[in-house]
C-alpha cells in the first residue's frame, strides 16, 4: 500500500500489518505476519518510527509498535505531500560552477587586470602574494574589503604599508638565489590565479580546479610558515650554513 508514496516493500508490508492489528505487536510477531526477514524487521521499524507512522511502548521488557489510524496516516502524508509541492514550486535551482580547465594568458596589463577583477568577485577570502611594488597599488582596495568581513591575507616581498592585520612581509636577502617576481591570489578557496616572468614576459594561469586550488592554498601558507619562521628564528637559522643554503635555494 505504501509502495506508491515512495516506501520500501518491507516499510509496507510491515504497516500494513500493524494497521490490520487490533492490538499493538513485538517486533517477533510483526516478523511472522508479514514475512519481513527478522533480520531487517528493526531496521524496517526504525525507518517507519523516524518518519512518524508509528507509536512505541514497553510492555513486561518488550518494545511494542503500533501503527497511526489510517484516517490519520492519510492526513500526514497528504500535508507531507502538500507542504513538498509548496517548496518545489518556490525553489530556485542553479548549476554549481564545475569548471576544471586551466586557462593561461600573458603580458603583466591582462595579469594585473584580472587580479582586479578576481578581488572585485571576492565575498569571503582573498588570499595575495607577490612583491611589494605589485601589491601596493592593491592595498586600499584590500583593506576596504577586509572592512566589510571578507578574510584579507597578503604575503609581501618587501615592505608595504598597510592597515590589514594579516599582512606578512619577507625582506629578500641578496643571496636569495630563487626568488624571482611572481604573483598569487586564491578568492574564496575556489578560485586562483598563478603568473610569472619567463624570458621578461609574464605568463599566468587561471583554474577553478578544486584540486589545483587546494594545492596552491598550501602553497601559500607554506610560504607563510617559512617566512614567519625564518624571521623569528633568522640569527639562529643563518648560523647553519646547510639550512641557510637550503633557504636560500627556496623560491618564497
Known sequence: MLEKFGF?????????????????LDASSIVKYSHVPKSKVYEV???????????????ER??????????????????????????????????TPNDDRVWTLQGQ???????????????????????????QPMLSELESHNKRGIKVEVLSVGEVQSLLSDIHVLLPDE????????????????????????????????TMSNPLVKFFT????????????TKKYES?????EEIKNILMKLRY
Open 45 to 59: 521499524l526504525n525507518r517507519l518510527v523516524e518518519k512518524g507512522l508509528l507509536l512505541t511502548s514497553f510492555h
Open 109 to 135: 596589463p591582462a595579469i594585473t587586470s584580472l587580479v582586479k577583477e578576481l578581488i572585485e568577485q571576492a565575498e569571503h577570502s582573498i588570499y595575495l602574494s607577490g612583491w611589494s611594488d605589485d601589491i
Open 175 to 206: 643571496r636569495h638565489e630563487a626568488l624571482e617576481r611572481h604573483k598569487l591570489i586564491i578568492i574564496d578557496e575556489r578560485e586562483m590565479l598563478f603568473a610569472g616572468v619567463e624570458n621578461q614576459t609574464w605568463h599566468g594561469l587561471k
Open 218 to 229: 598550501e602553497f601559500f601558507y607554506h610560504d607563510i610558515a617559512l617566512t614567519e619562521i
Open 8 to 24: 520500501t516493500q518491507y516499510e509496507s508490508q510491515v504497516f500494513e500489518v500493524l494497521t490490520a492489528s487490533d492490538q499493538p
Open 236 to 240: 639562529i637559522l643563518m648560523q647553519d
Open 62 to 95: 518488550k518494545k511494542l509498535y503500533s501503527a497511526l489510524s489510517l484516517e490519520t496516516t492519510i492526513k500526514k502524508l497528504t500535508l507531507e505531500f502538500e507542504e513538498n509541492v509548496k517548496e518545489l514550486k518556490h525553489r530556485e535551482y542553479t548549476l
